[in-house]
């Protein structure tokens, strides 16, 4: 198995490169895979890999055992000071791999719930509510523009493999995707909303949620047939987005398991 070890070495610097960069990910059509558990979750999805670098001398078994399932000439042993130096994670991982991310092959189905963000920057977050979608049963995300890159390591680690289980759609244009949507559009906010818990979410639709700061934009809240209203105690005014999503979206999956065992 190939040793790199000097920072000069030509992978190594593109590796750092496509880890840094938002640009060299889009150019390259490449992402880099953090850790085991991501690498594994790939490789169970009969993702290819490209390129996989382990920190030589790391005896880990779980890392050992993939390094086993995987072609020897995609295998490299990297320098533990070069693994460290590289990983955006605290403390470092010591599994990394390159993926190129396939685009879904057909648009987002109209009929199916859909996640829909707009504008949400926050990569933590874009990933938290991939991983929630993911959980409650929803495989159809679709990220508007102004939204953190989708397959940006820092959104796949905080995702745990949840991309490998929806449909990630990048769009230009939201309220034309919205517009083809055969369900109801549902947005949260404060004013003029209907109470979460009063509402029938048995049939499908698409939830929106908007930027950290912002929330959602007026040209897509204009589209929303439901105002939804999450009740708090007073004095608190808003939830993080990805905490407003996991009620909502859990919420609809309560009424649904409800309405199966009815």
Partial sequence: MKLISSRDNAEFKRLRLLIDSARARRSDELTVLEGAHLVRAALEHDCSLRAVFASAGERVAEIEALLAHLPEAVCRLLDPALMASLSSANPSHALLA????????????????????????DAGNVGTLMRTAAAAGIDQVLLGPGCAQAWSPKVLRAAMGAHFCVAIHEVADLPYELGRYRGRIAATRLDGATDLYALDLLPPVAWVFGSEGQGVSEGVAHLAQLGVHI???????????????????????????????G
């Fill in 98 to 121: 390159l993926f190129a991310p396939e685009a879904p092959e057909h648009a987002p189905d109209p009929l199916r719930d859909w996640l829909v963000l707009d504008g949400v920057q």
């Fill in 231 to 261: 009740p708090m105690q007073p004095g608190i005014e808003s939830l993080n987005v990805a905490a407003a999503a996991a009620i909502c979206l859990f919420e609809q999956r309560r009424q649904r398991a409800g309405s199966l065992s």
